[in-house]
């Protein structure tokens, strides 16, 4: 069964990089026709999807991030990860990778990400 | 504020059945597949109902979906109060302002 598991620092500065990587045991990363992608839920806030990468390495991301984000696949470790650029304070938020595009089947637990100098 | 329109709580007594709408246009629940997630305190979303009506395996058939033009309904029938919990609805979005969109949440209450 496949299972994400997020990780990456609790706290980032202001104006700093966002990196965050999401592991993916009990598969692959590059089976055929798997999405992979990021959302996020402010805290007490609704979910907002970030983008997902396609398992040949394409990707679509939400334009409201404005080229904030890059997604990346690293098949060799069967991970998947994602930056977010100039962060400020509204992106504090949990962070879930999951599975899908037109429906997410599989989620990660989550990681709070803090954004505070 | 979020594209689609959900009630921001619902609330019955257990045994009862409750009913959760999710509101949104031509280009995202008129168009594309609605799934439903169930989210408790702490923790990730869970997929409940997808491409509208379907039920991944593990999910009660006490929980059923629909769609009707641009609008969708989740319905839980005979309400356990292991129920209580929010639940969000999600679509693709086919207009370029942003390819998938969440509703706002629904928390529902079990009285």
């Known amino acids: 069964q496949v299972q994400l598991h997020e990780s990456g620092p609790g706290l980032v500065k202001p104006s700093e990089t966002l990196t965050l990587t999401c592991a993916v045991s009990?598969?692959?990363?590059?089976?055929?026709?798997?999405?992979w992608s990021w959302i996020r839920q402010p805290p007490g806030k609704g979910l907002e999807w970030i983008g997902y990468i396609y398992y040949r390495g394409s990707t679509n991301y939400n334009p409201s991030l404005k080229g904030r984000v890059i997604m990346s696949l690293d098949t060799s470790r069967s991970q998947f990860s994602l930056k977010l650029n100039s962060v400020t304070a509204a992106d504090t938020a949990v962070y879930y990778c999951?599975?899908?595009?037109?429906?997410?089947?599989?989620w990660g637990q989550g990681t709070m990400v803090t954004v505070s100098s | 504020q979020s594209v689609l329109t959900q009630p921001p709580s619902v609330s019955a007594a257990p045994g009862q059945n409750v009913t959760i709408s999710c509101s949104g246009s031509?280009?995202?629940?008129?168009?594309?597949?609605v799934s439903w997630y169930q989210q408790f305190p702490g923790a990730a979303p869970n997929l409940l109902i997808y491409?509208?009506?379907k039920r991944p395996s593990g999910i009660s058939d006490r929980f059923s979906g629909s769609k009707s033009g641009t609008s969708a309904t989740l319905v839980i029938t005979g309400l356990q109060t292991g129920d209580e919990a929010d639940y969000f609805c999600?679509?693709?979005?086919?207009?370029?302002?942003?390819?998938?969109?969440f509703g706002g949440g629904t928390r529902l209450t079990v009285l």
């Open positions: 031509s280009s995202d629940i008129g168009t594309n597949d």
């Open positions: 999951a599975r899908g595009w037109s429906a997410f089947d599989i």
């Open positions: 491409d509208n009506r």
């Open positions: 009990g598969g692959s990363v590059n089976s055929g026709s798997s999405y």
């Open positions: 999600g679509v693709w979005d086919s207009s370029l302002s942003s390819p998938w969109v």
